[in-house]
């Protein structure tokens, strides 16, 4: 059994209850828990995209050549494309084209 005492009765539970827990060993040593919980993680959010044979095969025989998942030239081209102006207006015009 551990050296910590916890609220047992009615009014201990109560005040526990209330944000006002009876101390604990790490309160007594001058460490009080935080009260603020960490942030998440962002949490990814899928993307699928339908691709023909051909589109699907050049894109994995590209990862495969770099050693690398699809996924990851996917990522790589998405942050050109958000960061590289030239990019994103010969996109952009491929698809008025089309």
Known sequence: MSGVRRASTVAGLRAAAAGGAPLT????????????????????????LDLDRDDHQMLKRFAVSIEADASQVMRALLDQLRDDPDLARRVREAIWQS
Do not use: H, M, V
């Open 25 to 48: 060993r790490a309160i007594e040593e001058g460490n009080p828990p935080s009260r603020e919980l960490p942030p998440r993680p962002a949490k990814p959010i899928r993307f699928t």
